[in-house]
């Protein structure tokens, strides 16, 4: 009869939070399993400190500078928005035609810009910074003056920019937190888990520690529930980039990602220009040979910090005129 083995070789390619998950559960079954053998327990520690190394990086990398600021001030923006936003559409509705007219040209700034205190918050920080663009105006000035609305209008301001700079502060955080200290220890759990899992199968099959086979089996059970789990997760939206270099892909799209969230799960295939420009260029090798893509949408080059939309449509666009040129004469 055939020994019931560990059935899983590597979690290449899988998301740091399902890897994390996966290696967890292995180490809390190594530490409820009571085998004395020698070589099995040495080769245990081994996985166990690897883990702690790994949980540890990973935790820094997810540590994120006060969320809990930046949720309360959105609240409270949504707020002083809604305030804006309602009152100046019924003053356009008085009867007075004089009045009526404060606040339809304020209540207009809001329909004709979309604003909405549902959107992700880059979004709706680019749409307050719209909003308060138009307010410059001597005339809006005026009537959010006469609506008793100056007040309101300057703490919605002076909120939205709170929180674009804590939010700017997170990503550069990010940014500046260690990638190779988790890629490190990522590195080393994939060598200590190999180790293990191809000791822990030798004594299964050699029958040197045949209690082990009931753990694989456990082990065997825990892959297969985390699988099931990254494939629910690909259900997620998915946004399309296209080039006629690399080819089309799609990426999942988790909620409120921005495109740093993109180039950090797909650090082999996005990366950040070194030269300051704020452009997200494509890692991969082909797209090196045609002297460099970046991202765009349109014919704009797409920042880190911008909001991802599965609606629109992204392109990997050449850097240099002179390769799109000689990319076209070839075809």
Known sequence: ????????NGWKGVPNAFYVAAMRTTDERISDQDTQNPQWLDKTAEFHQAFKALDDAYQRSQASLEPKAIAEKNVERDLYGQVLEQVSKQWSRLPDANLALHGQRVYQVFKDIGFRTSEALVAENEKVTNIEQRFQDPK????????????????????????SNLMR???????????????????AMDEKFAD????????????????????????????????????????QPTV?????????HRYSVPEFATWQTLVDQNDKIFALAADGSNR????????????????????????????????????????????????????
């Open 1 to 8: 009869m055939a020994k019931t083995k560990i059935q899983r």
């Open 169 to 187: 502060q997170r990503t550069e955080e990010k940014a500046q937190r260690v990638k190779g200290e988790l890629k490190a220890a990522r590195d």
């Open 140 to 163: 809006l000035q005026a009537d959010l003056a006469a609506m008793g609305l100056t007040t309101v209008n300057a703490r919605f301001a002076q909120l939205t920019t709170e929180i």
């Open 280 to 331: 997200i260029l494509s890692a991969l090798p082909k797209a090196s040979k045609v002297g460099g893509l970046y991202l765009s949408q349109g014919s704009v080059a797409v920042k880190p910090t911008d909001a991802v939309d599965p609606k629109k449509e992204y392109m990997l666009s050449f850097l240099t005129p002179q390769a799109e040129t000689a990319t076209g004469a070839q075809e």
């Open 196 to 235: 293990y899992v191809e000791l822990t199968n030798a004594l299964i099959v050699t029958d040197a520690a045949p209690e082990l086979e009931a753990l694989a089996a456990l082990h065997n059970a825990d892959y297969e529930k985390i699988e099931a789990q990254i494939k629910q997760s690909r259900s």
């Open 240 to 248: 399309l980039v296209k080039s006629m270099i690399v080819g089309n």
